[in-house]
């Protein structure tokens, strides 16, 4: 691996790998391979506490905290307040993970967008990013928000066209693109990352799935988002470093971390 400058791991979930030992170690990993802040999104109320419990903990750990569209049917009376009080911790960066999936359907459509444009408002008013899940939704998460005035976000592991990415792009969002743009089989990603310019880009690695290549099959972690980085440098014919600053760049701007 290319040693030679800092990279952001912008989308993990370190609550995956157990103990704060085992996060420990993952962790070790990642500054290793100058990998040097790492932001840990949430899927769920308990993993929302579980990543700013691990902020708190690891000084290259930023948080996110937020509910999956899978786990929209678990939202009660009390879980946004709760949030709230999770999202005033001084290193939560975000609200996310959060969006539609209606590729499997965990929670109702109806309750899915519900809770979305509860979190989005939650999200405007704490004056947050949001780090949006859009699997087979476009029109409905493109819909839902506008109609909540959101101006700042991310796409994460985009899957979409070339015609998405433009759409999101003058929504002024940010695209994050994770492991699968090193996959043989990678097909409208080349595009999307040629398309998107290096301004607007992030990378992640969503571990511990979609490893990249050349470790597809093992478990994921953020060390390995430097392999994503060197996929999009190759793709957009520049140096690794110029990813790296465009990007570490990104991070800053968008979710207010220090460099």
Known sequence: MNKASNLTDTHAHLDFFGSDQAVEKVISRALMNRVNRTITIADRLESSYRAVELAQKFDSVYAAVGIHPHDAKTVGPNTIKELKELAKSPKVVAIGEIGLDYYRDHSPRPV????????????????????????DADKDVIRI???QGIKKGVFHCFSGNVSLAETVLSMNFYISIAGPITFKNSGNLVDVAKFVPLTKLLLETDSPYL???PYRGRKNEPAYVRFIAERIADIKGVD????????????????????
């Open 145 to 147: 928000i506008a109609e």
């Open 112 to 135: 899915q967008q519900k809770v979305f444009a509860q979190l989005l408002g939650l999200a405007n008013e704490l004056e947050l990013p949001v780090v949006v899940h859009d699997r």
């Open 240 to 259: 690794i470093s110029v990813v790296e600053a465009s990007t570490q760049e990104n991070v800053s701007l968008l979710f207010s971390i220090p460099k």
């Open 211 to 213: 490893t990249p290549h």
